[in-house]
């Protein structure tokens, strides 16, 4: 993949000239079904940009998988195949390093305080750091707290999750994290998870409460544990073959439709949060508080020298800790 990735940001090194005055569509892939909030952001982005271009760029929407998983389109994005793809940041991890920031546990003191982060200089530096890779970032869409889940038991502390096979999203700092914490990373793609959690391939997974709740992972792993141990977002890239063809009056709307689509994307996001919990609660699954969120806080902390220790990334965390 990460090869790919580099050859395809050798091929940019060719000029392409900006597209005419015409009709052009935009295909957009999300592995979330449709009625998903992110879905409908990026559906909603389609809509001003038919507007504020009077029909000349609209967005054809593929979301649940139609294109492939996270990896297959975003291969499809670099190659101009997919011009807009909403993914998981994790996805991006092992190919630009900066976008290993957001995702560090517990960096984000509040949702508050991660906004600001996010779309913010730093927020914008991150972003700008996928263009070498044949991607352009256009903006995070919130994807609220995660929190592990399993068929075994409550976890109140880190001694809860030793020995238990827990999936993760395919980056070394993801695997890395659940080491520290003393279970077994198992990387899957996530449309593989409720079977391994059915058929006991993993134990358990960490996600919010729309994935958990959306997923159905809730009917085979009814431990629901608040560790609230990272709040690593979504990104919206655009393929940079598309975004080099745009004139730069369409390359500003294209931006601007997709932060609106961000803060469109917040206010969908809450009331899909609040539904997730009530579905979650009604099925009677355990749900527990975690009384010493510290405890896995103090666990989690070699992975900002591992993974941020480079002056570049350490400074990015600087400017992350200090935004007030």
Do not use: C
Not at 203 to 208: I, R, W
């Amino acid at each position: 993949m990460y090869r790919l990735f580099l050859a395809a940001a050798v091929s940019l090194m060719a000029g392409f000239a900006p597209l005419a005055a015409a009709d052009l569509v935009l295909r957009a892939a999300d592995t979330h079904p449709y009625g998903y909030p992110t879905v409908r952001s990026v559906q909603h982005m389609g809509e001003l940009l038919e507007k504020s271009t009077e029909g000349r760029i609209r967005i054809s929407m593929y979301p649940g998988r139609q294109l492939g998983e996270e990896w297959d389109t975003l291969e499809q994005t670099v190659f101009g195949a997919v011009d807009i793809n909403r993914v998981f940041l994790a996805a991006l991890q092992n190919v630009a390093p900066e976008t290993i920031i957001p995702s560090l546990p517990f960096l984000f003191r509040s949702e508050e305080h991660r906004d600001r982060v996010l779309y913010g200089p730093v927020g914008d530096e991150i972003l700008a750091s996928l263009e070498p890779y044949g991607l352009v970032g256009l903006t995070f869409y919130e994807s609220g707290s995660r929190n592990f889940y399993n068929t075994r038991r409550p976890i109140l502390t880190p001694a809860d999750l030793q020995g238990l096979r827990i999936r993760v999203p395919n980056s070394d700092m993801n695997v890395a994290m659940i080491e520290l914490l003393g279970g077994n990373a198992t990387p899957m793609e996530l449309g593989q998870v409720y079977e391994g959690l059915r058929n006991g391939t993993v134990d358990g997974a960490e996600n919010n409460w729309p994935s958990y709740a959306d997923t159905r992972h809730f009917e085979v792993a009814p431990f629901y544990s608040l560790t609230g141990h990272s709040m690593t977002p979504e990104i919206l890239v655009i393929s940079k073959l598309t975004w080099d063809k745009l004139s730069p009056e369409d390359q500003k709307r294209v931006r601007e439709a997709a932060r609106e689509s961000a803060r469109y994307m917040s206010t969908l996001w809450k009331a899909q949060v609040q539904e997730a919990r009530e579905r979650v609660e009604g099925a009677g699954n355990k749900i527990n508080d975690v009384p010493d969120r510290d405890a896995f806080r103090r666990a989690l902390q070699p992975l900002y020298e591992r993974f941020a220790g480079t002056p570049r990334l350490a400074d990015l965390v600087r400017r992350a800790e200090e935004t007030e």
